[in-house]
């Protein structure tokens, strides 16, 4: 018979049972199941609502069933619906009456609440130290790179020079973002809602602050209808989730892009490449390509969270058993995916001299020929003008603006001299854009300086 069973004159039809039953995936919460469990007991039985004998027995009890639940000893049952009433079952069978007694004052709604936070906040902490150390390894390739130049892009357009470094930066803050997101999220999943019952609360003298002290939370739930069914902080962490597979995907399609013969900017290593059954010259991105694939599943998960709550009246309903199987996988992709790419892009080759050469293609100096003309005196929009149409003589004499001569260049304007060579060199329109935030060599190095503090500090 179920443990909730005595109102009902027949058993639940077997399909049922499958249909409703939850343990296939969240057994995974059986740690944190048993260790709110325990907390719950010894709240119990220090309150005087269970005898003191019967709350130690319980807790030595359930730390049993967690040893053998990890060595393998332990087979869920589908009959028991959820990771919930198996570890209760567990118990009862092993101990009898004084294991019935665990439920008292709490119910599966607030106690599935409660596992779920538990839940998060240990993998949102192990997906917190996978992104500092990805953020490490972006700052190890910038420091590696701060003289390696390339062209930056607008519209997928060469548009000015810049340093692998640089870019490599602009990521950098990018999972720093990240990093916030997740610990701000984990604040808002930090709060403690055991007690609040099926939706009411519970007519006994319960220590809620105890039991949020003894797990590690940071506060208790102040509404028993809301205690049961938030799962803002579940969706949030999908959001989250959602933004970092976000970043990541841009990253692998510009590694894609330069992984191709047309830009040759990257090599993969041969340990995360791959080839092809048919072509032999073939060594396809495929890790940068399937992270960009698996990015569409979590913003999927976001999104079935997200319409999966909407229509919910308060407080608890069975609609919300799905939310663990989409923030999950959510958990499990993103886990998937960041170790892979952090050692992908640790081991890429960077092809320096096509970098430079690409940078030196597509008039990446333009810019610079017209900011020298307005240091000069002549407006900005007039040395535009002058500047695009130098670009246009040279597409049509297929050459570059610097293998301009300087008759060429006079007769653009008169303005031109000597020593425009230089200010349209690679190094001069790189290193000249020396303010916060800039490409020069110098604010890049600052950056970096100032990022390994950052990251010391996340």
């Known amino acids: 018979m179920k443990l909730w069973g005595g109102r009902f004159q027949k058993p639940t039809d077997k399909k049922v049972d499958d249909f409703n039953s939850s343990i296939r995936f969240d057994s995974r919460m059986y740690k944190q199941d048993i260790q709110g469990s325990m907390a719950h007991a010894e709240m119990l039985g220090k309150q005087g609502i269970i005898p003191k004998a019967d709350s130690e027995l319980i807790v030595k009890t359930l730390g049993e069933i967690l040893a053998d639940i990890e060595s393998g000893k332990v087979e869920f049952e589908i009959d028991a619906e959820d990771i919930h009433m198996n570890v209760e079952k567990l118990l009862t069978e092993r101990i009898g009456d004084a294991g019935k007694r665990l439920h008292t004052g709490r119910s599966r709604n607030d106690q599935v609440a409660l596992d779920i936070r538990m839940y998060l906040k240990d993998e949102t902490e192990e997906i917190l130290q996978m992104l500092k150390k990805l953020l490490g390894t972006i700052i190890s390739l910038a420091e590696q790179h701060t003289d390696t130049i390339m062209p930056g892009y607008t519209h997928l357009q060469k548009a000015q020079p810049i340093t692998f470094a640089h870019h490599a930066m602009a990521y950098f803050e990018m999972f720093s973002r990240d990093v916030s997101r997740l610990t701000d999220c984990r604040k808002r999943t930090n709060v403690m809602p055991l007690g609040s019952g099926a939706l009411a609360g519970t007519t006994y003298p319960l220590d809620r602050e105890f039991v949020a002290s003894k797990l590690g939370f940071g506060s208790v739930t102040q509404n028993s209808l809301d205690g049961v069914s938030d799962r803002d902080f579940v969706i949030e962490l999908a959001s989250c989730l959602s933004v970092i597979m976000m970043h990541l995907s841009r990253f692998c399609e510009e590694l894609i892009l330069w992984s191709s013969h047309e830009f040759a900017f990257v090599e993969m290593d041969d340990a995360f490449s791959t080839g092809s059954s048919i072509m032999p010259q073939k060594k396809n991105p495929d890790v940068a390509e399937l992270i960009r694939g698996k990015t569409g599943r979590v913003y999927g998960h976001l999104m079935g969270l997200l319409t999966t709550m909407k229509g919910l009246p308060l407080a608890y309903n069975k609609d919300m058993q799905e939310d663990k199987e989409p923030i999950f996988d959510a958990i499990d992709t993103v886990k998937l995916c960041l170790p892979v790419f952090n050692d992908m892009i640790a ?85 000249g854009r020396n303010i916060t935030g800039g490409p020069a060599k110098e604010m890049v190095e600052k950056a970096i300086a100032d990022a390994k503090t950052r990251l010391k500090s996340l």
Not at 370 to 394: C, I, N, Q, T, W
């Open 347 to 431: 081991t890429m080759k960077i092809n320096k001299d096509n970098m430079l050469k690409g940078a030196k293609g597509g008039f990446t100096n333009a810019t610079d020929a017209a900011d020298y003309l307005v240091k000069k005196g002549l407006p900005f929009r007039s040395a535009h003008e002058v500047v695009g149409k130098m670009v246009l003589y040279a597409i049509n004499n297929n050459k570059t603006i610097d293998e301009f001569t300087m008759q060429e260049f006079k007769a653009c304007s008169d303005i031109f001299d000597e020593d425009i060579y230089d200010a349209i060199s690679m190094e001069t329109c790189v290193n």
